[in-house]
């Protein structure tokens, strides 16, 4: 399978736990994306990478919520001191963007990671 | 702050007619306009794309529209199947260097 992978897909937590997820982007992808689903609701954006670095970061993270992608390959999203808001669906993408030429910016999303936090 | 507003009902058809989903948008348009298909507990994934300066695009089944005057894609599927019901996301790409926006959603159901 060579589609974007997340890990864990599933993960229950108590509330004021530690949390991260892992996402294995499409391999050349430099970009990779986080973004947040609730029941009912669109994907919420969170944070985009070009390569290693982080190029934006939505107003709605807050300090507790830290991305990282260390090598320009997977990343990681941790969530610190979790609180029942936070239960959702996580979900990473990626796309292959070339330049700020090239169009469609099409993204391929993995199967998200589900948190419950109780 | 940009919104984007789709169908919040649910949309129920018949098999074979055609399915016809809105997607609104205020304030400037954006450089793209995408449609997602997302089924229960899975990750979206990319249906068609259209461009500002392009009124219409085919794919099989699928016909995207854009107006940039009404601020408004319509998002057709002919021929309607019980295997199109989903939920189907409306996404606005502002310029290639900038994140991708969703809508809600609205949910299709196609019944036999």
């Known amino acids: 399978d060579t589609g974007v992978s997340q890990d864990p897909r599933h993960k229950i937590t108590k509330r004021g736990q530690n949390v991260t997820f892992r996402c294995d982007p499409i391999?050349?992808?430099?970009?990779l994306y986080w973004y947040r689903q609730t029941l009912g609701q669109g994907p919420e954006f969170l944070t985009y990478f070009q390569n290693e670095a982080q190029l934006e970061k939505s107003r709605l993270l807050s300090d507790r919520f830290s991305a990282e992608r260390p090598k320009g390959s997977f990343s990681t999203l941790e969530i610190q001191r979790t609180e029942q808001g936070d239960s959702a669906m996580y979900l990473c993408a990626s796309s292959p963007f070339r330049d700020k030429n090239s169009s469609g910016n099409t993204i391929y999303f993995g199967e998200g990671s589900w948190l419950t936090v109780v | 702050s940009q919104k984007i507003e789709q169908n919040s009902e649910a949309l129920n058809i018949q098999e074979g007619k055609t399915a016809t989903l809105t997607c609104n948008y205020t304030n400037y348009s954006p450089a793209y306009l995408q449609w997602y298909r997302q089924d229960p507990g899975r990750g979206p994934v990319f249906l068609l794309l259209?461009?500002?300066?392009?009124k219409e695009k085919r794919k099989e089944r699928l016909k995207v529209t854009f107006d940039t005057t009404l601020k408004q894609s319509l998002f057709h599927i002919t021929a309607s199947q019980p295997a199109d019901s989903a939920t189907y996301l409306c996404a606005l790409v502002y310029s290639s260097a900038s994140k991708i926006i969703f809508g809600s959603g609205t949910r299709l159901s196609i019944r036999p």
């Open positions: 259209i461009r500002e300066n392009e």
């Open positions: 391999s050349e992808h430099n970009r």
